[in-house]
């Protein structure tokens, strides 16, 4: 069975410039969630979906951060404009069943992004 | 508030030794879950082991355990016989499961194993 898939691995950017993260959860996943992870420490939710819906998004910059799930099933994460600060580990992670239970997270790569 | 804390940001052990990482949590939710998490140097994070707050025992997963105090809000992984493999960023995690389902890391602790 195939993980979680993320693109690109790597991205280096300027200041201000627009940036786009892509993940496509494991098959039969109805929930999928984007981490920020800076160096050194844990990840951070951004946000989480169940299905298409956006159920938790209270961690996500929303003046510069955006994100889909059309169809319920991939997932795109973007930034516009970024700024030094937005240099960290991007992580896609998906889960089979949302609350209660072994609805262990799986993790893809990451995406690391560096922005200059 | 609720929080994951790894008092160890760094440890190391000589292999085939048995190893135990700390982590402790605060909530005041009746129901959540606890998870360790393993991240190499390649940054993915791997998923080891999973404790309910109402599973009676405590879980084990081939030579990973969970060491599960309730009353004193600890969740220590331990790790037998450990294998040079086994250098890694080691995260806990926690999970409510209350209308909002917060889910919170640890800061992790950097395990260095010895040949």
């Known amino acids: 069975e195939a993980g979680v898939v993320q693109s690109p691995r790597y991205k280096i950017i300027e200041k201000k410039q627009p940036v786009a993260f892509w993940c496509n959860p494991i098959s039969g996943h109805n929930t999928l969630y984007w981490y920020r992870q800076n160096l050194g420490q844990g990840p951070e939710l951004l946000i989480r979906y169940e299905n298409e819906e956006a159920v938790d998004d209270s961690q996500l910059p929303k003046d510069r951060f955006s994100a889909e799930r059309l169809k319920g099933v991939d997932s795109t994460l973007k930034i516009q404009p970024a700024e030094l600060g937005d240099s960290a580990v991007y992580l896609c992670?998906?889960?089979?069943?949302?609350?209660?239970?072994?609805?262990?997270?799986?993790f893809g790569p990451g995406t690391r992004l560096t922005v200059l | 508030a609720q929080k994951i804390t790894q008092t160890q940001p760094g440890m190391f052990v000589q292999e085939k030794e048995a190893v135990t990482l700390d982590c402790t949590y605060d909530t005041s939710d009746p129901s959540y879950g606890l998870f360790w998490y393993k991240q190499p140097s390649s940054g993915e994070m791997i998923f080891l082991i999973y404790?309910?707050?109402?599973?009676?025992q405590n879980a084990t997963e081939g030579r990973y355990s969970l060491n599960f105090q309730k009353a004193r809000k600890s969740a220590n992984l331990v790790i037998s016989a450990s294998q040079l493999g086994d250098s890694a960023m080691y995260f806990c995690a926690m999970r409510l499961y209350s209308s909002a389902s917060k889910i919170i890391f640890g800061s992790g602790t950097r395990l260095s194993i010895r040949p």
């Open positions: 992670a998906s889960s089979l069943v949302a609350g209660g239970g072994t609805d262990t997270q799986y």
């Open positions: 404790q309910g707050s109402y599973d009676q």
